[in-house]
């Protein structure tokens, strides 16, 4: 009985260690050399709504520095991370504002906790950001757990992806106002990010996020100086 048992923990010991190695793979692929990657994003129920996730690696700082772009290609937010032994950390977080005249604003947020993706992913965390805007003070809350490996189409094809559940809470906090919704996040090896699907209560429809191509650099800037 007793080699039994622990014939089981080693076996489990072994598949935790192969599932810790692999979801880092199914995270932003990092380069040894410095890379941009463009992401084009598109809502499945409406393709009007586009966005463009500018992802930089650079090796020598461990950084990956994301610039996310909406479909007129005004900036909305910036995430810069760290990776490290354990996971993707947060280290600087900015919203923008723009007005009628097109004059973006950057709103720079204060980071509270940090981890955004963590590579054993078999159990609850979460980053959060402090930030003040034009209609007062903000806390926002990302809670996030791992949820196995599922067969997804996007697109027409088939990927195996690693399934994140995410939990939102943003809090006014001069007006004691809490609004809260939920995303299912995908991640697919050697990708990153393909697809979300998210609900937000006062919407009818899901918002279903889907990867239709990966630019270069070049390309996209060319897009934007011809749109």
């Given at each position: 009985m007793r080699i039994y048992f622990n014939l089981i923990l080693i076996l489990a010991a072994t598949f935790s260690c192969n599932a810790q190695g692999s979801l880092k793979d199914f995270y932003f692929p990092f380069s040894k050399k410095t890379e941009t990657k463009v992401y084009k994003y598109i809502d499945k129920n409406d393709s009007t709504k586009i966005e463009y996730w500018k992802v930089t690696s650079i090796p020598e700082t461990k950084e990956l520095k994301t610039v996310s772009y909406d479909?007129?290609?005004n900036i909305y937010n910036t995430f810069d991370e760290v990776i490290t032994e354990n996971g993707a950390e947060l280290v600087a977080y900015s919203d923008f504002e723009w007005n009628e005249k097109g004059e973006g604003k950057e709103i720079k947020a204060k980071v509270i906790d940090k981890d955004v993706y963590k590579w054993d992913g078999d159990k609850e965390y979460t980053y959060s950001v402090k930030y003040l805007n034009k209609y007062g003070h903000?806390?926002?809350?990302?809670?996030?757990?791992?949820?196995?490996?599922?067969?997804?189409?996007?697109?027409?094809?088939?990927?195996?992806?690693?399934?994140?559940?995410?939990?939102?809470?943003?809090?006014?906090?001069?007006?004691?106002v809490e609004h809260r919704f939920h995303q299912d996040t995908y991640y697919v090896k050697d990708l990153g990010m393909i697809k979300y699907k998210r609900k937000i209560p006062v919407q009818h429809e899901y918002i279903e996020l889907e990867l239709v191509e990966i630019l270069s650099e070049r390309q996209f800037e060319k897009i934007r100086a011809n749109r």
């Open positions: 479909a007129d290609f903000f806390y926002f809350k990302k809670k996030r757990a791992e949820s196995g490996i599922e067969t997804i189409t996007v697109k027409g094809k088939e990927y195996k992806a690693v399934k994140l559940k995410d939990d939102y809470i943003i809090l006014a906090l001069d007006r004691n």
